[in-house]
């Protein structure tokens, strides 16, 4: 046992063994290779704080509060109330403090950042709570999830890809996205039906695409993808006139999967421009 958890003899009413709940999309990793590759691919340093959504049986949580020492010490976010008694039990208050909630909900500014956010993410709400995170971005350090394998392909997807789509767009701009390895079901119990993905996403700061008009950006993004199929012509016809596209240098019979972030960013700006001069006159 670690000598930052609690002696179970000290508490006779431990809670009982925990049954995965399939509403919280509960899947709990067993394999200790995994595991520890896992904690290696998120790297704890001595006296870091991390941020661990859903810490489930704790057996990654374990693990990162060895490696990070009398001084670090992770913020836990679990919805499951049975789970947060457990972990509660187990862990000793000054290495991990437990917050029952739902991560959708969660105000991460009020956690001292920068935050470096771990976690095994319910893959029924894995995209929302990526654009959660989304609205931190200044506040994270970097971000290291377990994600079904598609999603983690999609996110990672360049242009051209056939798997490219709105969740590689606008995670892209502004983050570097970086698949780490796949796990088999049978790292879990229950075994869960689909492969998963370790994947790293880095803030790139200052680096990043500044759209003129971030809500401007992620509609045009949205409505390119939601028609897919069509050329960028007839997908944004109503934001673009013809004369447009040779001005930003993006061609208009492409595809919105075959667009890469700086020319999404290029259409924006070219719509904001002409929106300002329209409302000039």
Known sequence: MSEFTKQATEHPKAPAHHRARKRFGQNFLVDQSIINRIVEAIDPQPGQHIVEIGPGQAAITRKLINALGVNGSIEAIEIDRDLVARLTHEFDASKLRVHQADAMEFDFATLPAPLRVVGNLPYNISTPILFRLCEFESRINDLTFMLQKEVVDRMAAAAGDGERGRLSVMLQYRFKIEKCFDVPPTAFKPVPSVDSSIVRLTPLAHERLRPKDEHLFAQIVTTAFTQRRKMLRKSLGAWMTPDAWTGINVNPQARAEELTCEEFVAI??????????????
Do not use: P, Y
């Not at 924006?268 to 006159?281: H, N, P, Q, Y």
């Open 268 to 281: 924006s700006d070219w719509v904001f421009g002409k929106k300002a001069s329209t409302a000039l006159r």
